[in-house]
Nanobody, 122 residues
Framework: QVQLVESGGGLVQAGGSLRLSCAAS????????GAWFRQSPGKEREFVAA????????DYADSVKGRFTIARDNAKNTLYLQMNSLKPEDTAVYYC???????????????WGQGTQVTVSS
């Protein structure tokens, strides 16, 4: 079992930055792939970014590429999402997830956090 707790969400103006953190406990976090997804009201949960357990490979949705950076610190059992140049359309609840496979598909991730709200004002 892995427990995930997100933090770092909040209200920011367009063009601003936020860094989300996802603290993991339980089984060895370093052996899992990590990812961030987001969900806006009335929309399906969508992929944002993923990182392999070694941290050597990352993947981003086109909508965030060049603005967001996913990273992990296995020694601290923590996953991060640095979000720069935020836009109102980035407003959503952001979820971190871990699982055995490195994937864009939410169904591949076994463990999920409770989510943290990010609101970007125009």
């Amino acid at each position: 079992q892995v427990q995930l707790v997100e933090s770092g969400g909040g209200l920011v103006q367009a063009g601003g930055s936020l860094r989300l953190s996802c603290a993991a406990s339980g089984r060895t976090f370093s052996s899992y792939a990590g990812a961030w997804f987001r969900q806006s009201p009335g929309k399906e949960r969508e992929f944002v970014a993923a990182i392999r357990w070694s941290g050597g490979y990352t993947d981003y949705a086109d909508s965030v590429k060049g603005r967001f950076t996913i990273a992990r610190d296995n020694a601290k059992n923590t996953l991060y999402l640095q979000m720069n140049s935020l836009k109102p359309e980035d407003t959503a609840v952001y979820y971190c997830a871990t699982g055995d496979l490195y994937s864009r598909r939410s169904g591949e991730y076994e463990y999920w956090g409770q989510g943290t709200q990010v609101t970007v004002s125009s």
